[in-house]
């Protein structure tokens, strides 16, 4: 039987329901508690790791199951890079994406205080950063393209939520999914090797521009568990 460990809460409302599909397709389902040390011999066992969370602990499980052939969902590679906001905003940029103007000292326009790494907390509004990045439009109400790969093809959802910024980060509702935009997403999965990733639109003057990328999305309210499991089953011999 093969064995998939989790970096998750067994009561991740996502990620729970996935591994309970998994459970039902005949996998071995470990959870390995976030925040802690995951040892070389959990994962030397593991047919594939899935990690949900922007920990240090999970940085390190992630490049031993790289080093060590243990299939990673998402690998070491993509979870890091994409983890790099300056990073993740040229290469959504090399894609076709606008993005919003970056500037490393306060400029004299609305911006959003960011942090060089997104497991370094969320940007706060007007307030002190590492880099300040141009706030394209008042009201906060974000696009979220979830995209995750099942080893054949890329499934997308879009969905209007409240932005973090006003503290009421939940869906609103689904929306119709972009051509331009879901193609584009499509090709930064593709070039970061990434099995999953969520892109986060905001509707300015001159369009639609992207401001971030999320490497570990949690998926709420995408209603996409089977296509997450589906996904990760691949990695393995079952799956395959």
């Not at 729970?16 to 994962?43: C, H, K, M, W, Y």
């Not at 497991?119 to 141009?134: L, T």
Request: hydrophobic share 40%; with cysteine; charged share 25%.
């Amino acid at each position: 039987m093969d064995q998939i460990g989790f970096i998750c809460e067994p009561e991740h409302p996502v990620f729970g329901a996935v591994a309970e599909r998994l459970s039902a397709r005949g996998f071995d389902i470990q959870f390995l508690r976030p925040g802690n040390p995951v040892s070389e011999a959990d994962i030397d066992d593991l047919a594939a790791l899935v990690n949900t969370t922007l920990r240090p602990e999970s940085f390190s499980a992630l490049r031993y199951a790289d080093r060590v052939g243990v299939e990673t969902w998402n690998g070491f590679l993509p979870t890091t890079a994409l983890s790099c906001r300056l990073v993740a905003l040229h290469g959504l940029e090399q894609v076709g994406c606008q993005v919003p103007s970056v500037w490393f000292e306060k400029p004299d326009c609305d911006y959003i205080a960011r942090t060089r790494y997104a497991w370094d907390g969320v940007p706060a509004d007007n307030d002190e950063g590492d880099f300040y990045q141009a706030r394209v439009r008042a009201e906060p109400v974000e696009y979220k393209y979830f995209a995750v790969n099942d080893g054949r093809e890329t499934h997308l959802r879009a969905v209007q939520v409240r932005s973090e910024l006003s503290g009421l980060d939940h869906v609103i509702s689904e929306d119709t999914v972009e051509v331009t935009l879901a193609a584009r997403v499509r090709e930064l999965l593709d070039r970061f090797g990434a099995r999953a990733l969520c892109v986060e639109f905001v509707e300015g003057e001159e369009g639609f521009y992207a401001q971030a990328v999320d490497p570990v999305p949690g998926f709420s309210g995408t209603g996409m568990e089977r296509r997450v499991a589906d996904s990760i089953a691949s990695l393995t011999t079952i799956g395959a």
